[in-house]
């Protein structure tokens, strides 16, 4: 009888595990541990878990560990259980107008995306991307700094890019970016970018300060314009079909609790750029202010190239 009762018990046990389903969640960035993004992809995590009561297990991994990040959208197109910090200059690969996100001084203050992403425009190409692509993007709220320009020679103006091969994300909208500001756009992946400039195949790359420490590349520049050419907001994306099948209830917990993880790491990135320029100083980093202006005229053409011109005036005013 104790037996019988034993494998009762146990079966009783594996039914209320397979009634109480469990979903796990693994999100990628490139980014190292010690970025405030990542940390706050950690708090999310725990958020998630106590919220969802462990229905919903998030497992973070930072440095690209799960590929670079082309691999890693593949996967998540399969409908892999991956989400992915991503910016708009590569998912325009799938729905083109989201490029505009990733485009040369659209905003004055990162703070404006906000009134960007609530518009009608945005949530529809939103949807599209999903239904076209099979990519759900959860937020884009998350603010990775301004990107900056980095290289071995000082830079005061366009004319100091001529010839200077300066590593940017693959996709349109950045490439042609770099090459309005004067210099060759060498795509490349970021955990590359280090060695890259070591071994001289590259002169320069373009970063916000946060990532550009986090991959120690004051050890192999020596100069920083502050050019603020874009201020990098990013969203995180995951996979349509494994997002459908999630239960109403953990769709809510897993959207609110990674926006308000983005809103945290925004501010604590936006908190951060000042720490991070004296201690790139103090490793011998030179940074030298240019003027904007110059720099915004050149890359004013970008927008009517891509097309992204129609659509300017109307995510300002929150259309």
């Avoid at 190409?125 to 998350?142: C, F, Q």
């Avoid at 004319?159 to 060759?184: C, Y």
């Avoid at 099948?245 to 945290?264: H, M, N, T, W």
């Avoid at 030179?286 to 003027?291: A, G, L, M």
Wanted: aromatic residues 6%; hydrophobic residues 40%.
């Amino acid at each position: 009888m104790k037996i019988k009762g034993l494998a009762l018990a146990i079966a009783l046990a594996a039914g209320a595990n397979q009634a109480h389903a469990t979903y796990q969640l693994n999100l990628s960035s490139a980014l190292s541990s010690q970025d405030p993004i990542v940390q706050a992809m950690e708090s999310a995590k725990q958020a998630i878990e106590e919220r969802s009561d462990g229905e919903l297990t998030i497992q973070v991994f930072p440095n690209s560990q799960l590929g670079s990040d082309e691999d890693v959208v593949e996967q998540i197109r399969s409908g892999a259980n991956i989400a992915i910090l991503i910016d708009a200059g590569r998912l325009s690969e799938y729905q083109p107008e989201l490029g505009i996100l990733s485009a040369p001084y659209l905003v004055e203050d990162h703070s404006d995306y906000a009134q960007i992403t609530s518009s009608d425009l945005y949530l529809d190409w939103v949807e599209g991307l999903a239904d076209g692509s099979g990519l759900r993007l959860l937020n884009y709220n998350w603010f990775q700094g301004s990107r900056q320009m980095l290289t071995q020679s000082p830079v005061e103006s366009p004319e100091d890019l001529r010839g200077v091969r300066v590593r940017t994300i693959n996709s349109p909208v950045w490439v042609k970016t770099i090459e309005a500001m004067g210099a060759t756009p060498t795509p490349l992946p970021w955990s590359e970018v280090y060695s890259a400039l070591q071994l001289g195949s590259i002169d320069g790359a373009e970063a916000q300060l946060t990532a550009a420490e986090g991959q120690n590349l004051h050890e192999v520049i020596s100069h920083i314009a502050l050019t603020g050419h874009i201020h990098l907001m990013t969203g995180i994306a995951t996979s349509e079909q494994w997002y459908q099948s999630l239960p109403e209830e953990l769709q809510v917990i897993l959207d609110e609790e990674l926006r308000k993880a983005g809103e945290e790491a925004s501010q604590a990135t936006a908190d951060a750029q000042d720490a991070v320029r004296e201690r790139m100083e103090a490793e011998g980093v030179t940074f030298s202010e240019v003027d904007i202006e110059v720099f915004r005229e050149r890359v004013d053409g970008v927008y009517e190239e891509l097309g992204y011109d129609e659509y300017r005036e109307r995510l300002i005013s929150g259309e």
